[in-house]
């Protein structure tokens, strides 16, 4: 990563710099959005912006920019950062405001905008036949009651996937009153008996936008899903489990605390899907050859 944007300007990460008095710092008072870009071409971009939007609007942030503006500064960022395959990260807070109070500036102030880049790893769909598929850990859901709103106020998920890290897995599926909410940092799916399924959206979980693309996926495809709540049993029985993100797509769980999934090896069904999402990215993004990530 060699430039940055911050507040209308392109920079070096070093010279990128706010106040301490930015809501973002205080408060964690600002909303974000991860978008992913294959050969420089982003990824679900609308759909990122409409989330964005949304969770601008439900803590009452004025959105800085026009879905437009936002394109041009993402692709701008690319090509700074020499294109290729690459997340983009946006940050907007409140702003700065002159003094510290847990109420919103009267007058506003100007929201505070930041995006940076980062590398984007092989995910395992890209590779589906040697994929070796990620262990998870179950634990209580500690977080707030808006995960909905895709908040830079992470505390919660950092705890949950650090207590995931020290047990020697990739991440924490996390249960709230007996049902599966979500994992710390991705949406999660089951497959049973042919049959997938997934936590319907709610303010429990955020709405993630590969979780919808792989719901597109399987209905385009004829595979079996079903909206529904997840028990905690139904997680511990099931013979796939899956894990999605913006930038890890959807991973194969094969080991659930110290359990087993199928037969430590992703499943048919996971495969088949993983399948269909590459030929979608592809299409999308104009990777044709299989290694276009290299």
């Not at 974000?32 to 912006?49: D, S, T, W």
């Not at 500690?142 to 650090?162: F, G, H, T, Y």
């Not at 303010?203 to 709540?229: F, K, M, P, S, Y």
Request: contains cysteine; negative net charge; aromatic residues 6%.
């Amino acid at each position: 990563m060699t430039q940055v944007y911050l507040n209308g300007a392109f920079m070096a990460p070093a010279d990128a710099t706010i106040s301490p008095m930015d809501r973002g710092f205080l408060f964690a008072d600002g909303i974000y959005e991860v978008i992913p870009a294959y050969n420089g071409v982003l990824f679900r971009f609308e759909e990122h912006l409409i989330r964005l939007e949304r969770s601008l609007a439900e803590v009452d942030i004025r959105n800085p920019h026009s879905r437009a503006q936002w394109r041009e500064r993402c692709e701008q960022l690319l090509r700074a950062n020499g294109g290729g395959n690459l997340s983009v990260y946006l940050q907007v807070t409140r702003g700065a405001a002159e003094k510290r109070d847990h109420a919103f500036p009267s007058p506003a102030v100007t929201p505070t905008v930041f995006m940076m880049t980062n590398p984007i790893a092989i995910p395992a769909a890209d590779s589906p036949e040697t994929a070796v598929g990620a262990r998870a850990i179950t634990l209580d859901d500690i977080r707030w009651a808006r995960c909905d709103i895709k908040s830079v106020s992470l505390l919660p998920n950092s705890l949950l996937r650090q207590q995931a890290v020290a047990a020697g897995a990739s991440e924490a599926i996390l249960l709230r009153d007996g049902f599966v909410t979500e994992g710390s940092a991705s949406n999660v799916f089951i497959a049973k008996a042919g049959t997938i399924a997934t936590p319907p959206k709610s303010h429990a979980i955020l709405g993630g936008i590969t979780r919808d693309l792989v719901v597109e996926l399987c209905h385009q495809h004829g595979l079996a899903l079903e909206e529904r709540e997840i028990t905690e049993m139904q997680l511990r029985q099931a013979d796939e489990i899956w894990i999605t993100s913006s930038t890890k797509e959807v991973v194969p769980v094969i080991q659930l605390n110290n359990a087993i999934i199928g037969n430590a090896m992703p499943g048919p069904l996971w495969k088949a899907l993983a399948h269909h999402y590459v030929q979608h990215k592809r299409r999308l993004c104009g990777l044709d050859a299989p290694n276009a990530h290299d």
